[in-house]
């Protein structure tokens, strides 16, 4: 069970982060609609947007995030230019 203290730190770290220019892990995690251990897989792979590794913590850098999310774009293709009308 999470206690203030535990609130008040969380908030201090994602402080400290964004005057960074960084998101925290847990702020990747909820953006990406993932679990806190597939963020740790997808680090292991070599997946997602490039991080730093701070004694227990992941941050990721805001320009790093824009990056990988550009790399996700997938342009719509209409049907007819698929050849199947």
């Known amino acids: 069970m999470e206690t203030d203290t535990d609130t008040?730190?969380?908030?201090?770290?994602?402080?400290?982060?964004?005057?960074?220019?960084?998101?925290?892990e847990e702020d990747f995690c909820l953006l990406a609609g993932i679990?806190?251990?597939t963020g740790e897989a997808w680090r292991k792979r070599g997946q997602g947007p490039a991080f730093v590794r701070m004694g227990n913590r992941y941050l990721y850098p805001r320009p790093a995030v824009a990056e990988y999310l550009q790399g996700l774009i997938r342009e719509r293709t209409p049907i007819a230019a698929k050849g199947l009308l």
């Not at 008040?8 to 925290?24: G, H, M, N, P, Q």
Request: charged letters at 35%; aromatic letters at 0%; glycine letters at 0%.
């Open 8 to 24: 008040e730190i969380d908030a201090r770290v994602r402080k400290l982060a964004e005057s960074l220019d960084c998101i925290t």
């Open 35 to 37: 679990l806190a251990s």
